[in-house]
């Protein structure tokens, strides 16, 4: 594929290594060429590296064979998952998920990655319901313009939601960039 085409989370192959795009930026300078300009995370390694791309360069895109399967629980860095159809379990490691590990929760259905017959990762929905443990007392009369405060998922991890939501709610987050979506029902 051409490097214009190059998104966030794709997997490439550079020099015969595997890469996962972590951030791309297309650049137009005032002078030169447009060229792509993305930073890699070696999917064996674990390294970070970036590269940059001319416009029309080729890039190698590996596809991925995608596989359902269910979270079953954590155990230190490594995140179990079992196929639902032959009840085979697998482990992935946390450096594997990158901040995906912060919207898991026991018994979730979720696509995993696999590439050549290993895992390399998952795909999470768009959002996720996760349950509110801590958080500051609701302000009466609060809107959802009014001011932010911090708020503990179930999950271990924190996000900034509207000061009208309380300790106990069941909110709708964001998988894609961690932000407080609306409630969920």
């Known amino acids: 594929m051409k490097a214009t085409l190059i998104r966030k989370g794709h997997l490439v192959r550079i020099d ?38 001319r416009s029309s360069e080729d890039v190698e895109r590996v596809a991925l064979e995608p596989k359902k ?10 995140y179990h998952f079992m196929d639902t159809e032959t009840y085979e379990q ?16 026991p018994d979730t259905m979720v696509d995993t990655e696999w590439f050549e017959g290993k895992p390399l990762g998952i795909q999470l929905p768009a959002t996720v319901d996760l ?39 069941l909110i709708r987050v964001s998988t894609i960039d961690g932000s407080y979506s609306e409630r969920a029902k």
């Open 16 to 53: 015969g290594q595997l890469y996962r795009v972590l951030v791309m930026d297309h650049v137009t300078p005032g002078k030169g060429r447009a060229h792509i300009q993305v930073k890699l995370r070696n999917i064996i390694e674990g390294t970070q590296k970036d590269m940059r791309f």
């Open 69 to 78: 399967m269910q979270f079953l629980y954590a155990d230190g860095d490594a």
């Open 90 to 105: 697998t482990a992935i490691m946390a450096d594997a998920l990158g901040d995906s590990v912060n919207y898991l929760l």
């Open 131 to 169: 349950k509110v443990v801590e958080t500051d007392p609701g302000i009466k009369d609060a809107t959802a313009q009014a001011q932010r405060k911090p708020a503990k998922l179930e999950t271990g991890v924190t996000i900034q939601v509207p000061s009208f939501i309380e300790q106990g709610e």
